[in-house]
């Protein structure tokens, strides 16, 4: 069963509320942030980019490193009560909108 961004959101809270630190502070979650975006790059430079992983590296995945980046991106939202889904429609209006004949549209035939 998948779960709609607003179950992820409170899912991340109820993990997050357990501990007496709370979230992190903006800034310290942009560093984090960076730091996974980092690795979900090294990621993908192993498997479509022309540097080899050396033999003792672990094996991460990219799946991995996008759900580190989402977690990431769900505490900052969540920090600054922010609604992951109300943010989606308006940035999916923006695109539709503001770049609607931006890119070549398939055929529909």
């Given at each position: 069963m998948e779960k709609s961004l607003d179950e992820?959101?409170?899912e991340v809270?109820?993990?997050i509320s357990q501990f007496?630190?709370?979230?992190?502070?903006?800034l310290a979650?942009?560093?984090?942030?960076s730091e996974e975006v980092g690795e979900l790059a090294r990621e993908v430079n192993h498997s479509f980019?022309?540097?080899?992983k050396?033999?003792?590296e672990a094996d991460n995945s990219i799946e991995l490193e996008l759900g580190d980046i989402l977690f990431i991106t769900v505490c900052f939202a969540n920090s600054l009560g922010i609604n992951l889904?109300?943010?989606h429609d308006k940035v999916m209006h923006k695109f539709n909108t503001r770049d609607a004949n931006?890119?070549?549209k398939k055929d529909t035939d």
């Amino acid at each position: 069963m998948e779960k709609s961004l607003d179950e992820i959101q409170r899912e991340v809270d109820q993990y997050i509320s357990q501990f007496k630190e709370g979230y992190f502070s903006p800034l310290a979650m942009l560093a984090r942030m960076s730091e996974e975006v980092g690795e979900l790059a090294r990621e993908v430079n192993h498997s479509f980019g022309e540097k080899p992983k050396k033999t003792d590296e672990a094996d991460n995945s990219i799946e991995l490193e996008l759900g580190d980046i989402l977690f990431i991106t769900v505490c900052f939202a969540n920090s600054l009560g922010i609604n992951l889904t109300e943010a989606h429609d308006k940035v999916m209006h923006k695109f539709n909108t503001r770049d609607a004949n931006r890119w070549t549209k398939k055929d529909t035939d």
